[in-house]
């Protein structure tokens, strides 16, 4: 059947060491999921039910660019390990979760924070502070088949070459293969989807110039400008 207007062009991630490249279906971000960010941002650390929310599969960018966004002027990084699965399902459970993985990659959760505080404030949706245009700058994709799937390591974020972020991936709330079993039972996954996994402590705003190096230990390197 043709189109009344011409589609949108399908969100693409280049893969570490192939021609091939990564479509995206969805992108579903894990909420506080490191103990000490929850805490930096004013909540209980415990183990409560994990919570997501979503970005655009086009807030995804390559480009090493961020353009500083309109309608802000406070503006956060949060580095992230990304998790890219290769097929999906619905109630995964934890045994199987991680056999879905394609692979990993670096990214960045880019946040108008004070648009967040206030939809938080009047108990509204979080989009207009996470889901925005370039919101989401991330790296090549590794395979898994390449890495495995790391469990601990080291992650960090530096802001103009001074660290900012560090953390392991140890110290994550919800695990990989958690976090997928649970999304499971809320969305039917599928191939193309990606899950932020949450961002450890030390999270801050970024100005024009800024240049952000993230690394997350055993998947690689993120360098971004902020323009």
């Known amino acids: 059947m043709p189109h009344a207007i011409s589609p949108s062009p399908i969100t693409e991630l280049p893969?570490?060491?192939s021609d091939d490249s990564f479509p995206v279906r969805?992108?579903?971000?894990?909420?506080?999921?490191?103990?000490d960010h929850a805490i930096e941002m004013g909540h209980d650390p415990d183990?409560?039910?994990?919570?997501f929310f979503q970005k655009n599969p086009d807030n995804l960018v390559t480009s090493g660019v961020f353009p500083y966004p309109s309608g802000s002027s406070d503006v956060h990084h949060e580095i992230e390990l990304a998790v890219c699965l290769a097929r999906g399902g619905k109630d995964i459970s934890l045994e199987t979760a991680l056999s879905h993985v394609y692979?990993?990659?670096?990214?960045?959760?880019?946040?108008?924070?004070?648009?967040?505080?206030e939809a938080k404030k009047l108990?509204?949706?979080?989009?207009?502070?996470?889901?925005?245009e370039h919101s989401a700058p991330i790296s090549p994709?590794?395979?898994?088949?390449?890495?495995?799937?790391?469990?601990?390591?080291?992650?960090?974020l530096k802001v103009n070459?001074?660290?900012?972020?560090?953390?392991?991936?140890?110290?994550?709330?919800?695990?990989?293969?958690?976090?997928?079993?649970?999304?499971?039972?809320?969305?039917?996954?599928?191939?193309g989807d990606i899950v932020m996994t949450g961002?450890?402590?030390?999270?801050?705003?970024?100005?024009?110039?800024?240049?952000?190096?993230?690394?997350?230990?055993?998947?690689?390197?993120l360098v971004v400008t902020v323009a």
């Open 15 to 17: 893969i570490l060491g």
């Open 26 to 35: 969805r992108v579903y971000c894990v909420g506080r999921n490191y103990a």
């Open 47 to 51: 183990r409560e039910p994990p919570f």
């Open 103 to 117: 692979g990993y990659a670096v990214g960045l959760d880019m946040t108008r924070r004070d648009l967040q505080a």
């Open 123 to 132: 108990g509204r949706p979080w989009e207009i502070g996470k889901a925005f």
């Open 141 to 156: 994709i590794v395979p898994a088949a390449r890495i495995g799937h790391p469990d601990k390591g080291v992650i960090w």
């Open 161 to 191: 070459g001074e660290i900012r972020q560090s953390g392991d991936l140890a110290q994550m709330i919800w695990k990989t293969q958690e976090a997928i079993a649970y999304l499971s039972r809320l969305f039917t996954l599928a191939a």
């Open 199 to 221: 961002t450890p402590a030390g999270v801050g705003p970024v100005k024009r110039g800024d240049r952000l190096e993230g690394h997350v230990e055993g998947v690689g390197d």
